[in-house]
């Protein structure tokens, strides 16, 4: 039993509300979408949403895994709604989004683990709104033949950035994130890289599940080493008690050293701090890789 932390200073969370955003609620709800920047309860969403950016969660709210720090329901998912696609085309054309990030839960039940899926998102955004740019955050498509399937069906209509996260370091796998392999996270992301040289790449992960320094930057050298783009590094936050328990927070300091060391390797963008997730400043961090 780890001791629970207190949260320092520099964790604070808040939980804004206002009109812009209650009235693009309104519009997720008509369109039966779910976003991880309500779901999350992300204290960025009044500054996303303004700028334009939302992260959706495609292929229903029910997850084939059940990872140690993750608060999504675990169990046997539906069939993907095939009316997703224009849903989200529609609310993304609606909410006048700029960037937009597409992201699922881990689909094993399903042969190409749900490719086909965010293709046809992909295309349906783009028939709408040609200007928006769109990152995909995809799960590990693990399973005999499955990243073959997934990297073929993206082919045909790939995203401006592809984002798979490695969530932690390779020494925590087991008892974090069960069902994913590191090499394998590793070996997609590469894949995917060799097969689009001008498609960004993007990977995450999160400080305090009890991972050491050393362990971090091993990390980074692996990312790097793959050919990824840019990272982000956050501080992981219990969603309850039931989840795994935070093992340290990591300094403001600390984060930035990682930035330093980040960008010593060769990364085009290195986002890290406490509250910084996965698709946080997506938009700017993508401007600044000289994408959008
Ligand atoms: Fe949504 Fe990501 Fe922005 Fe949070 S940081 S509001 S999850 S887009
Ligand atoms: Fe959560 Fe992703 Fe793990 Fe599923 S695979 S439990 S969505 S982190």
């Known amino acids: ?86 849903n989200l085309a529609r609310t993304v054309a609606d909410m006048g989004l700029k960037y937009v990030v ?10 190409d683990g749900g490719a086909a899926h965010f293709v046809e998102c992909i295309a349906a955004i783009r028939a709408q709104s040609p200007g928006t740019r769109i990152e995909i955050l995809t799960p590990d498509f693990r399973g005999k033949g499955r990243m073959e399937r997934a990297l073929e069906i993206l082919a045909a209509n790939p995203p401006d950035v592809f984002n798979h996260n490695l969530e932690t370091v390779p020494e925590l796998y087991r008892n974090v994130r069960p069902g994913a392999d590191y090499q394998w996270s590793l070996t997609l992301l590469q894949k995917f890289k060799a097969q689009h040289p001008d498609v960004v790449t993007k990977s995450g992960i999160m400080l305090g599940l009890g991972e050491e320094r050393e ?29 795994h328990p935070v093992m340290r927070y990591w300094t403001p300091e600390e984060y930035k050293h990682f930035e330093t060391f980040g960008l010593a390797l060769g990364f085009t963008h290195v986002a890290s701090g406490p509250l910084v997730r996965s698709s946080y400043h997506a938009d700017r961090s993508a401007a600044e890789a000289g994408l959008a």
């Not at 207190?6 to 009235?23: D, L, T």
């Not at 597409?102 to 042969?111: I, K």
Request: net charge neutral.
């Open 102 to 111: 597409v992201t699922s839960v881990d689909r094993d039940d399903l042969r």
């Open 215 to 243: 362990q971090v930057e091993q990390t980074l050298r692996d990312l790097r080493a793959h050919d990824v783009d840019m990272i982000t590094i956050g501080q992981y936050l219990q969603p309850s008690a039931h989840h």
């Open 1 to 86: 039993e780890a001791p629970v932390l207190r949260k320092p200073s520099w964790i604070r969370v808040r939980i804004p509300s206002g009109n812009a955003v209650a009235k693009l609620k309104e519009k997720l709800r008509a369109n039966r979408l779910v976003t991880v920047c309500e779901e999350a309860s992300c204290p960025n969403i009044h500054e996303c949403f303004g700028h334009g950016t939302a992260t959706f969660m495609i292929l229903g709210e029910v997850c084939t895994r059940r990872c140690s720090f993750c608060d999504v329901a675990h169990g046997r998912p539906k069939p993907p709604d095939a009316s997703e696609p224009a």
